[in-house]
């Protein structure tokens, strides 16, 4: 209907269009007052509408985007394997993924709206939830953090298992909400110990395969004393062949006898020694100088056979590490054989070992009269199976192993690129008892 009809029909209903008939001047103008506000409030009135229908649609599509994202997050959290529980402020469950059914043994459906009290056994991460829950606790006043502890997690089954816990709070008005995020541990820590349990096979293949490379000089080492055996077993027999037994001659036998039983008993005590698995011994302060030599003489003889001298610079007998013996002997020992095939074929021969201290640190070198190692195999050199070595003479094993052992003994092996030669070096930390009070 047109806006200016409408007007004059409101106006006659209510008995109003006789003010206005004698001034149809005035009575146009009213007319057209009226007209222009009925037409402003449609349009407001229209814009009003369209206002309304945006409105609905944009939060329609935004409830779409979020219930679209509510089910991502859902499926991501029954996705993974870390258990994810969210309780309320009385404790009862109200979300359960898949990682929680797995490790409690309880379905979503049957979990949800029990008490998470019912599926964990009483224990110190039992207490502190409690604690948590009810107030009582630092973390129930806000201090929550997100870095993940460890704890250990009983079952009511009695079964437990270590876990990194991470504890949140979501204040929702009053109310508070607990997600829990637990990261089942076991089978990292059995992984771990598979590793380790790996890495020392592995450390006892390398050091049998170090045994393997000096068996010939440790032969010969043994056999020139059992020779002496022989040699005055011989001149004892002839004595008292001849009848001319006399003291001094059976005192120096018997001397010669029994010094070289006891070069012979060295050898094998230190071949009983480097051959057993010291993983489990505690550690020990020994000197440095022991463990120089109780190692070179297991090689000694096989460096004299091919022509290589062996130097000892002097090495302070105060000087101590705390360790394995028989691990920083391992370490020695292969620095030694990598040394000995390194320069086997060069015409000048030798290796000199020795020890220096700075800042707090003992240094002990292993030096060759190698000409070093370009950067590119330096820088690859302690990687696990690398080796320079012909294929069937090494593993690749002895350094990468070393390297490990060292950074047990809170130490570091390096090759030290500054010398003008070819030279290892063991940093370890020194040892220094503590006065008596």
Request: proline letters at 3%; charged letters at 25%; glycine letters at 6%.
């Amino acid at each position: 209907m047109d806006e200016k009809l409408l007007v004059e029909k409101l106006l006659q209903k209510h008995g109003l269009s006789s003010m206005l008939s004698s001034n149809s001047a005035a009575w146009e103008s009213f007319i057209a007052d009226v007209t222009a506000v009925i037409v402003e409030t449609q349009k407001i009135q229209k814009r009003q509408e369209q206002l309304l229908e945006i409105s609905y649609q944009e939060v329609n599509e935004w409830w779409n985007v979020i219930t679209a994202r509510e089910s991502i997050i859902k499926s991501i959290l029954d996705a993974s394997t870390d258990i994810i529980i969210t309780i309320d402020s009385q404790g009862n469950i109200e979300e359960f993924n898949h990682g929680a059914e797995k490790v409690f043994g309880v379905s979503k459906r049957r979990a949800v709206g029990t008490s998470v009290f019912d599926l964990i056994g009483r224990g110190p991460f039992y207490d502190e939830l409690r604690q948590i829950i009810t107030g009582d606790s630092e973390r129930s006043r806000g201090t929550f953090g997100h870095a993940p502890e460890r704890w250990t997690v009983c079952r009511r089954d009695g079964a437990s298992f270590d876990a990194e816990i991470v504890i949140s709070t979501i204040t929702q008005g009053k109310n508070r909400i607990y997600p829990l995020y637990i990261r089942d541990l076991t089978e990292q820590i059995e992984s771990q110990r598979v590793l380790e349990e790996s890495r020392t096979q592995a450390a006892q293949a390398a050091k049998m395969a170090s045994l393997g490379e000096m068996a010939g000089g440790i032969a010969h080492e043994i056999n020139t004393p059992l020779n002496i055996f022989t040699m005055y077993a011989e001149i004892l027999r002839d004595c008292a062949r001849d009848q001319a037994l006399d003291t001094p001659t059976i005192l120096d036998a018997a001397d010669t006898i029994e010094n070289t039983a006891t070069r012979i008993s060295k050898i094998v005590q230190g071949l009983r020694s480097f051959s057993r698995d010291d993983s489990q011994d505690s550690m020990t302060s020994i000197a440095v100088i022991d463990i120089v030599n109780d190692t070179l003489a297991l090689c000694r003889e096989r460096f004299s056979t091919h022509g290589i001298s062996i130097r000892v610079t002097e090495i302070d007998p105060t000087w101590k590490v705390r360790g394995r013996p028989t691990s920083l002997s391992q370490v020695l020992l292969n620095l030694l054989n990598n040394a000995h095939d390194a320069i086997e074929t060069m015409p000048e021969r030798w290796i000199e070992v020795g020890a220096v201290e700075k800042a707090g640190m003992l240094h002990i070198n292993v030096t060759d009269s190698g000409t070093g190692i370009s950067k590119e195999l330096a820088a690859k050199i302690m990687s696990p199976f690398f080796t320079t070595k012909p294929i069937g003479k090494g593993t690749g094993l002895g350094l990468s192993i070393s390297k490990g052992i060292i950074e047990k003994h809170a130490g570091q092996l390096i090759y030290d690129s500054s010398c003008g030669n070819t030279r290892f070096v063991m940093s370890l930390p020194r040892f220094v008892a503590e006065e008596a009070a």
